[in-house]
């Protein structure tokens, strides 16, 4: 995905998005090297620093001197999940590996999960067992989150929020990343039919520094779970999404003028003197304009997907067969 460079490709590339992260990144960094080194298998670590204020980019310099330390500075605070997909992009790697950059994961679990990933999955996402975190802020709200997360995506996964996962670079290669979409990394490759399957990973409370969320990311996760599902189910279509709520109000008002009409002849109650008159307009100027909605939607999702010759499938293989050329 990146410029190409002289260096090998390698086999794993570990994305590790830090904000204001200077005391566990020193440690962070041996950890990995103790849990990467003895395995054996090449490897490059990209570091996001998402616009820290503290000393955290020093250490970053300093960790850099490695070659396989890549580092890539935000100008301000984008937000973790711009932060991952800003390495995703980077990322050379065969199999890439999220993690968080407080050691709250443990860099040990990266070789269990890839291994598991070579039984034949193309994302691997860890189940954060006996989380440590705060259990009525963090872990009952995170847990209805992910039911919920669940039915609507349509994805059964445990965890949506633990950030070690390892996937196949492919597997993310038509998603793009928006606001705390780094939590639906699973359900989006789901979506797009990669076999995915689940870990329990360890965690550990945190050692150094502060959480950077609070409740209110809750209320930003379920409005990106809207969007999610808006574009699951609909995105190429979005005129069915529209159009069922259009004949929905259609069906309204013209029950609801057909009764004004009941009235009028059966009781002699003039239209004018009934409400249900005015709600019946309402409801079919609503569906107008609903309907009227979705073609526009329909108009600017064939832009998106035209202009930029994406292609509305995903396939896993192909067989005496080669990719088109999209111009
Ligand atoms: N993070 C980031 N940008 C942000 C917020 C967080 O890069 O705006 C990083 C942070 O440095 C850490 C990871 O995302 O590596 C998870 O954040 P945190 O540990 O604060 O979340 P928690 O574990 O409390 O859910
Ligand atoms: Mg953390």
Redesign the pocket.
Known sequence: MSEPTNEARPFLSVV??????QD?LGPMHAALLAALEPWGRSFEVLY?D?GSRDDSMRVLHELAADPRVKVIQFRR????TA?MAAGFEHARGEVICPI???L?NDPGDIPLLVAKLEEGYDLVAGIRAKRQ?KALT?VIPSKIANRIIAKVTGVDLKDN?C?LKAFRSEVLHDVHLYGEAHRFIAAFAAMAGARITQLPVRHHA?RWG????NLSKTFRVVLDLITVRFLLAYATKPTYFFGRFAFGCFGLGGLSLAWTLVQRFASGIFVKDQPLFVVGIFFLLSGLQLLLFGLLAELNMRTYYESQGKPTYFVRQRLNVAAPIRG
């Open positions: 590790v998005p830090a904000y204001n992260e566990s996001v998402d605070n984008y937000g973790q932060a968080d950059a407080d709250q975190d963090v929020g950030t945190r502060v959480s950077k969320y």
